[in-house]
């Protein structure tokens, strides 16, 4: 799987976009996009995953660039319960295989 | 729809003793698989089970174990621990489909071994 670069650590104002970006320029064809979240002492969450196409759902949009090597995930109106570790994975697809490589992840600090 | 249970919550243990963790799936997924989170390290895969069978492992020395069992719940074992095994471990579970799904998991058994 592809590695992953996050800035380590990220603020953003309560009720602003929070856009956390994420590079994977050695990503393959195969390989998607998946962001999860960790909030303190729980188990990470799924958020959104892409393979080539901006993707939205109810928490998050996902926008890849066009060359696939970089992403950001946008929380559209954070909120304090947003506060977490963001990871970033690049996961091959195969098959049926459900490996998830962590990397360190951003930690976004979302303030009043 | 349960989500992923794990059990027990919290433990001790003293070194070179063994350990069992359990693991319950959410209804209707067939993949588990085992994280171990230390401060250190981060978040590292330790295997996946799917149909009873180990189809994936990490880096992790034969003391960590797995099984899984019929109804997919699964269980870890670590024999022999170590003071470098308190960590927090976590499962996940997912669908099996044609294309990656997204794992969901549990809160985790925090493992403190002194």
């Known amino acids: 799987d592809a590695k992953t670069t996050q800035p380590p650590s990220m603020d953003c104002a309560e009720g602003r976009a929070a856009n956390l970006p994420c590079n994977h320029s050695?990503?393959?064809?195969?390989?998607?996009v998946y962001w999860y979240r960790q909030i303190h002492s729980q188990g990470p969450q799924y958020i959104i995953h892409g393979l080539k196409n901006n993707e939205t759902n109810e928490m998050a949009s996902l926008i890849i660039t066009e060359d696939r090597k970089s992403s950001t995930l946008i929380l559209p109106h954070a909120t304090l319960r947003d506060t977490a570790v963001y990871y970033c994975i690049v996961r091959a697809n195969t098959g049926t295989a459900s490996k998830l490589t962590f990397g360190t992840g951003t930690r976004l600090q979302v303030t009043l | 729809k349960a989500g992923v249970t794990q059990t027990p919550r919290y433990l001790i243990k003293t070194r070179g003793q063994q350990v069992t963790l359990s693991c319950s799936p959410i209804?209707?997924?067939?993949?588990v698989s085992w994280y171990q989170q230390t401060p250190g390290q981060g978040l590292q895969f330790l295997f996946e089970?799917?149909?009873?069978?180990?189809?994936n492992k990490g880096n992790f020395p034969g003391r960590f174990s797995g099984r899984q069992f019929s109804n997919s719940r699964s269980e870890m074992n670590v024999s022999t621990l170590e003071l470098g095994d308190s960590a927090l471990y976590l499962c996940?579970?997912?669908?099996?489909?044609?294309?990656?799904?997204?794992?969901?998991f549990g809160p985790g058994t925090r493992l403190t071994v002194l």
């Open positions: 996940a579970s997912s669908l099996v489909g044609l294309t990656p799904n997204e794992q969901f």
């Open positions: 209804s209707g997924h067939r993949s």
């Open positions: 050695t990503i393959s064809g195969n390989e998607y």
């Open positions: 089970y799917f149909s009873e069978t180990q189809r």
